[in-house]
Nanobody, 123 residues
Framework: QLQASGGGLVQSGGSLRLSCVVS????????VTWFRHAPGTEREGVSS????????FYADSVKGRFTMSRDIAKNTVYLQMDDLKPEDTAIYYC??????????????????WGKGTLVTVSS
């Protein structure tokens, strides 16, 4: 089970930190990806973090502005979003993929998905 939180309304240039708590996962190792879905667009991958937390991958649209991290002890993954832009407005979802994975996981089928959290960036 994945539970995402931390969304909200922020002005352009502002920051938000999303959290994704992973519970009940049978595998000790899993990678996590943040996706987002804006109205009228297809769902897109935002960032992935490897099963060990040692590496991350970002979409070009967020590179340099977003930072993904994980606290393995707390089973929690974070997405720090800085310099937010109106085009970042979307519902953000976290998803987990069991096993050892790193790099770009956007096109992999993920095993578990959390309910989304809405991020709205006003201009």
């Amino acid at each position: 089970q994945l539970q995402a939180s931390g969304g909200g309304l922020v002005q352009s240039g502002g920051s938000l930190r999303l959290s994704c708590v992973v519970s009940g996962f049978t595998s000790d190792y899993y990678a996590v990806t943040w996706f987002r879905h804006a109205p009228g667009t297809e769902r897109e991958g935002v960032s992935s973090i490897s099963s060990t937390g040692g590496s991350t991958f970002y979409a070009d649209s967020v590179k340099g502005r977003f930072t993904m991290s994980r606290d393995i002890a707390k089973n929690t993954v974070y997405l720090q979003m800085d310099d937010l832009k109106p085009e970042d407005t979307a519902i953000y979802y976290c998803a987990a993929k069991a096993g050892y994975y790193s790099g770009n996981l956007f096109d992999l089928r993920h095993d578990y998905w959390g309910k989304g959290t809405l991020v709205t960036v006003s201009s």
